[in-house]
Structures are given as C-alpha cells and as structure tokens.
C-alpha cells in the first residue's frame, strides 16, 4: 500500500516578512567568530566506581540468597486481650467521662461566692513593724557606746527648822 501525499501549492505556505528576507539573504558567515568546542567527558571517581560494585555485589548476594539454608521457626501470635478488672476499670472511667459531659447545669443552685480577705489591716502591720523595729533595737544595742559616768548621790538631810515645821503641821 502506498501513500501518497500531495506537495502543498506555493500560495499555502507561509510567508516571510519581506524586513527578515532582506536580513536573511544578506547575511556574511565571515562575521562570525572562531570558537574551538571542547568535550568533556567526566570520568566517574574511584568512590563512586567502588560505591558502584559494592551495590552491585550486595544485589547480587540478594539475588542469589538460598532460602533453604534459613532454620524454620513457628511463631507465636499473642494478643493479650484485658481481663474482667481492666474492662471493668474502663467502663467505670467511661461512665464518668459521660456523667461529666452529660451533665445538666439547670438543676444546680445559684450561689454566691463571698470573698474574704485574710490580710491584717495596714495600721496593724505598721504597728507590727515598728515593735520589731524597737524590739530589734533593745536586742541589738550595743552597750559600749555608751559613755562612762559616775553617780554622784545627794541626799540632803532636812535642817532642823523644816523638822520642826513639819512636826507643827
């Protein structure tokens, strides 16, 4: 079978702006410059060479691996369902969170909270204040700061005209 495919008429293709032509047909390619390409080819690294055959070799040793060599062993499932206490237990706490959520406000009574305050009135804390300060100062004086002083004792005796005035009185 043999397909046939008619040739497009000039008047179907595309045209060229006639500013784009003129650039095109006039072009000089000894206008452009010299330029020498380099290939590089970059080698892979002895790292990465090793890296390489190490996977390699441990894919190998998967393919390879004889399961016949494997010990064969049963397994034990265990499932530890809870005992009678741990359930019990668990439904007690679940009967408590439902209590607490279902819980209806409307038949509570209406209270009011009365503040009190346990603190002393400022004045008694003054006063506290200053005895510790005065009981601070008697336990902490410091008696050799004090001046040495001799008493000097004056008894006069009453002379005989005020004995006598006061016997008369």
């Known amino acids: 079978m043999a397909c046939s495919v008619d040739a497009p008429s000039l008047k179907d293709l595309p045209k060229v702006a006639t500013d784009l032509k003129s650039q095109l047909e006039a072009f000089n390619p000894s206008c452009l410059k010299d330029v020498d390409t380099n290939e590089k080819i970059v080698l892979p690294s002895a790292e990465d060479v090793a890296t390489e055959k ?13 399961a016949t060599r494997l010990k064969h062993t049963e397994t034990n499932e265990k499932n530890p369902l809870p005992d009678k206490d ?15 959520e279902h819980f209806d406000k409307s038949q509570m009574k209406h209270t009011t909270t009365e503040e009190k305050n346990l603190l002393p009135p400022i004045e008694a804390i003054e006063a506290e204040k200053e005895k ?7 336990e902490n004086f410091d008696p050799t700061k004090l001046k040495h002083t001799e008493t000097c004792e004056k008894n006069p005796l009453p002379t005989k005209d005020t004995i006598e005035q006061e016997k008369t009185a």
Do not use: C, P, Y
């Open 132 to 138: 510790n300060k005065f009981l601070n100062g008697i």
């Open 54 to 66: 190490t996977q390699k070799s441990l894919f190998d040793g998967i393919e390879k691996f004889d």
């Open 86 to 100: 741990v359930v019990a237990a668990e439904k007690a706490h679940q009967n408590l969170l439902d209590g607490v």
